[in-house]
């Protein structure tokens, strides 16, 4: 798993699922080996876990996420 944090100080939860953690979760949709994301919104915090399945590389996976979160 890879697990994706991102601070927006002085956010509600609303704005930061609605600004940080929905576009984060929707970009990381269709990545290879993907099995599932999850997410926690909190005042000031984004938090999104990305889940792969088991024996993928963590390094593979980690440059997969970093990739898509350059075009989010």
Request: charged fraction near 20%; glycine fraction near 8%; avoid cysteine.
């Amino acid at each position: 798993q890879v697990q994706i944090n991102a601070t927006a100080q002085g956010f509600s939860p609303l704005e930061v699922e609605q600004r940080i953690t929905f576009p984060i979760e929707t970009g990381m949709g269709g990545l290879p080996k993907l099995k599932y994301t999850r997410s926690l919104s909190r005042y000031g915090l984004s938090q999104v876990t990305v889940v792969f399945e088991d024996g993928t590389d963590i390094y593979f996976a980690r440059n997969l996420v970093n990739e898509r979160l350059q075009q989010v």
